[in-house]
Nanobody
Framework: QVQLVESGGGLVQAGDSLRLSCTASGRTFSSAAMGWFRQAAGKEREFVAAISVSGGSTYYSDSVKGRFTISRDNAKNAVYLQMNSLKPEDTAVYYC???????????????????WGKGTLVTVSS
């Protein structure tokens, strides 16, 4: 059974940093794209960032570009999201995601992802 487990969320103040981690089990994702999405209260889930198999290609939403950095460690079957200069509008549940077979991000609403974690809450106070 494939599982993606996020960690690292919490309550921070505006301007602070957080690093989210996601560890996968049940299969290896070293040959699949991975990413992060988020869903704020009352809003639809939105794309945040994605990374290709090798890590050579990364993608970001306009709202986080320049502040967030996605990375991966294929040896650990893990993906990370370094979030700097956090803003109150970054408050959301953050979900880790992985593709079943795409090696790179697919510009679709779900980013070509097939597996999802249960999420970790990030709250940014002003």
């Amino acid at each position: 059974q494939v599982q993606l487990v996020e960690s690292g969320g919490g309550l921070v103040q505006a301007g602070d940093s957080l690093r989210l981690s996601c560890t996968a089990s049940g299969r290896t994702f070293s040959s699949a794209a991975m990413g992060w999405f988020r869903q704020a209260a009352g809003k639809e889930r939105e794309f945040v960032a994605a990374i290709s198999v090798s890590g050579g290609s990364t993608y970001y939403s306009d709202s986080v570009k320049g502040r967030f950095t996605i990375s991966r460690d294929n040896a650990k079957n893990a993906v990370y999201l370094q979030m700097n200069s956090l803003k109150p509008e970054d408050t959301a549940v953050y979900y880790c995601a992985a593709s079943d077979y795409y090696s790179d991000y697919v510009p679709q609403p779900n980013g070509g992802m097939h597996y999802w974690g249960k999420g970790t809450l990030v709250t940014v106070s002003s």
